[in-house]
């Protein structure tokens, strides 16, 4: 029988050959690094490049990796769901598998929660300056403005892709939430705010990568996310 890791890493995947290869190596080594047990799980959530085989070809060189496949692109926070579903260990996160934030900040996250110190830990994306990181900053400022008011977050980066949980404080949260695309960060934040739930932050450098197409669309990915917001503030 295998013994239960200390950490798991959801990495969604969505068209991730241009930066596959180079991050998951820097992953498993940083991990490996670590003092801490630890297993991959990749999710793919309806690629249509050559995603799956790179996948499932890491799957092979590396034992501590695993996979799950979305046939149909189904969004961000339904990949991350899967990914926690199919979990093992007692504490999980995810991260982007651009590594546009570093895997070096996952041990400091994994040792607040094995210390108590938090049950839910967040990234807060610092922005290295250039002029597509200044539009993106000014828009998560807004983010943060927006959810702040009419959410009551206390500020917190909550569209931040980059949280690491106590799995079994998370899970009666994970079960409630509505939103399967990019409003599941802010949500799972504040559903767990009102249930109590301690989340802290750790600042963590994001540095926008060049070689790879985002999947984010500034004005589109905006205006679904006010939509989402005041749908969630309807229902809840």
């Known amino acids: 029988m295998k ?18 290869d180079a991050s998951v190596k820097l992953i498993v080594r940083t991990l490996s690094a670590s003092r801490f047990s630890f297993e991959l799980i990749f999710v793919d959530d309806g690629s249509s490049d050559g995603t799956r085989k790179l996948i499932k070809q890491a799957c092979r ?3 501590h ?18 990914g926690i579903l199919h979990s093992n260990a007692p504490i999980v996160g995810y991260m982007d598998i651009d590594c546009e934030v ?32 200044l539009v993106r900053e000014a828009l998560s400022v807004g983010y943060r403005i927006i959810a702040r008011v009419f959410l009551q977050t206390g500020g917190i980066d909550t569209e931040s892709g980059y949280k690491f949980f106590d799995k079994k404080k998370f899970l009666p949260v994970l079960s409630s939430i509505a939103n399967q695309g990019w409003f599941w960060d802010t ?20 540095l926008r990568r060049t070689d790879k197409k985002s999947t984010v669309r500034l ?8 939509i989402a917001m005041f749908r969630f503030l309807r229902s809840s």
């Open 3 to 20: 013994k239960q890791p200390n950490v798991s890493v959801i990495l969604p995947c969505f068209n991730e050959t241009a930066v596959f």
């Open 61 to 63: 060189t590396h034992p």
């Open 65 to 82: 990796c695993r996979y799950v496949i979305h046939e149909k692109n189904k969004g961000r926070g339904a990949a991350v769901t899967t």
């Open 102 to 133: 570093s895997p070096l900040y996952i041990p400091s996250f994994v040792q607040m929660i094995k210390k108590r110190e938090a049950d839910i830990v967040v990234g807060k994306r610092i922005y290295r300056t250039t002029l597509f990181s």
């Open 187 to 206: 949500e799972c934040v504040v559903r767990s705010l009102r249930k109590g739930i301690c989340v802290q932050e750790i600042p963590v450098l994001f």
């Open 219 to 226: 004005f589109r990915d905006t205006y679904l996310y006010l």
